[in-house]
């Protein structure tokens, strides 16, 4: 726990939430401990909405940010707002329109609304891609929280710094309108890469000058939970075959490597028919070259994006549920009975709660998706209690 305490107030500070999707923001907290109500929020997915209402019992607005004025946020008497934008402006992968695609539009139009807001929030969260770090977007925004006399301090981190078996680096900005002040003001306007700052670590050197070497990577690897841990289903760790092991109490489909595609209409998951995970033999044989093949006692997988439920390169990994017997030596990967990670245990390596779920209309194409587009509880659940905590007197 960091050293600075939650500054206490009679009610709880009164938080907005932008881009919710299906509860992340949200969840992160709750488990932060912060004395704080969400007030509102808003997202433009019905989908996303749908979950979000299931889970926590109100529906954030559906309509475009876009169409909200500064007396509109200034009614809510919101203390901080939480915020996480469309990535897709600002990926690899996508076509990096930066703050001139449409998809930018509605955050810029909420930062340019602050300097014209009588009530101006106390505090911000961002969460964004890496690489958000780096564009023109980032750098209005920048301006824009310098213009209004807030203080920042950045971070990529990602959920393998909290021992969670999950490689998902993200940016995030935490704001602070003056004259509240972070516990390390040292920190002010820099880009930090490690966690250190959230639990009371105020060496300066060490937030600045991070150990990225492989060694150190290893090393927090080694922290990490096993990728078992967050599973639905237990495996029985190296097997020759499928007659003791993981597969021998699900229902197979006589074409065992159907496609999830084919089970997209299912709106109920049915834990006795994992063989709707199997991967197909004909994405096997496309892309089993630059597949990311995960055990259940490896300690890293790959970030699942939207995209993951039809497998593309980079959309996350693929667990083996069939080990070589001899480690280290490989086997084809159509003998290792490689299966998708299913919707649930995609929420457990995001951190989500237990009591999370789907409702039932909504498909497996559908939930891999809103989840591709969440976020890590275990990180922003810290970076929320940060954000809150006033330095100690």
């Known amino acids: 726990m960091a050293e600075g305490s939650l500054k206490q107030v009679d009610k709880p500070w009164r938080v907005l939430e932008f881009y919710s999707g299906i509860g992340g923001l949200r969840y992160s907290l709750m488990k932060s401990g912060v004395n704080a109500k969400v007030v509102d929020a808003f997202d433009i997915n019905d989908k996303a909405n749908d979950v979000y209402e299931l889970n926590f019992g109100h529906r954030p607005h559906q309509g475009n940010i876009q169409s909200l004025t500064a007396a509109d946020l200034d009614s809510y008497g919101a203390h901080a707002w939480l915020l996480s934008p469309p990535c897709q402006p600002y990926t690899r992968q996508g076509l990096q329109k930066d703050s001139g695609d449409a998809r930018a539009f509605s955050?810029?139009?909420?930062?340019?609304?602050?300097?014209?807001?009588?009530?101006?929030?106390?505090?911000?969260?961002?969460?964004?891609?890496?690489?958000?770090?780096?564009?023109?977007?980032h750098t209005k925004m920048i301006d824009i929280l310098a213009k209004t006399n807030f203080v920042v301090q950045e971070f990529i981190l990602s959920p393998l710094q909290f021992g969670v078996p999950y490689s998902r680096p993200r940016y995030f900005c935490l704001a602070k309108r003056r004259p509240s002040s972070f516990q390390n003001q040292l920190l002010n306007n820099r880009l930090l890469l490690c966690p250190s700052p959230l639990f009371g670590h105020h060496d300066n050197t060490v937030a600045n000058e991070y150990d990225q070497s492989e060694e150190s990577w290893?090393?927090?690897?080694?922290?990490?939970?096993?990728?078992?841990?967050?599973?639905?289903?237990?495996?029985?760790?190296?097997q020759t075959g499928t007659e003791s092991g993981f597969l021998d109490s699900t229902i197979v489909p006589t074409d065992a490597y159907g496609s999830l595609e084919k089970n997209d209409n299912a709106n109920g998951h049915d834990s006795s028919s994992l063989g709707q995970y199997l991967v197909p033999l004909s994405l096997i044989e496309r892309w089993g070259s630059v597949m990311d093949i995960v055990y259940p006692d490896s300690k890293r997988c790959c970030c699942?994006?939207?995209?993951y439920y039809r497998y593309v390169k980079g959309t996350g990994s693929l667990l083996a549920t069939v080990q070589p017997k001899k480690k280290g030596k490989s086997s084809p990967l159509k003998e290792q009975c490689l299966r998708f990670f299913t919707p649930r245990e995609v929420a457990n390596l995001h951190s989500f709660p237990e009591d999370f779920h789907f409702p039932q209309h909504i498909s497996l194409r559908q939930r891999y998706a809103l989840l591709g587009n969440s976020l890590s509880i275990a990180v922003v659940s810290p970076l929320i209690r940060y954000l809150f905590a006033e330095p100690s007197v």
Not at 108 to 136: A, R
Not at 219 to 237: A, Y
Not at 304 to 307: A, G, L, V
């Open 107 to 137: 955050f810029l139009k909420i930062l340019e609304l602050i300097p014209h807001t009588s009530k101006p929030p106390n505090m911000l969260l961002v969460e964004n891609v890496v690489g958000f770090e780096t564009s023109d977007t």
């Open 218 to 238: 290893d090393k927090v690897l080694q922290s990490c939970e096993p990728v078992e841990k967050f599973l639905e289903f237990e495996n029985h760790g190296d």
């Open 304 to 307: 699942f994006t939207k995209s």
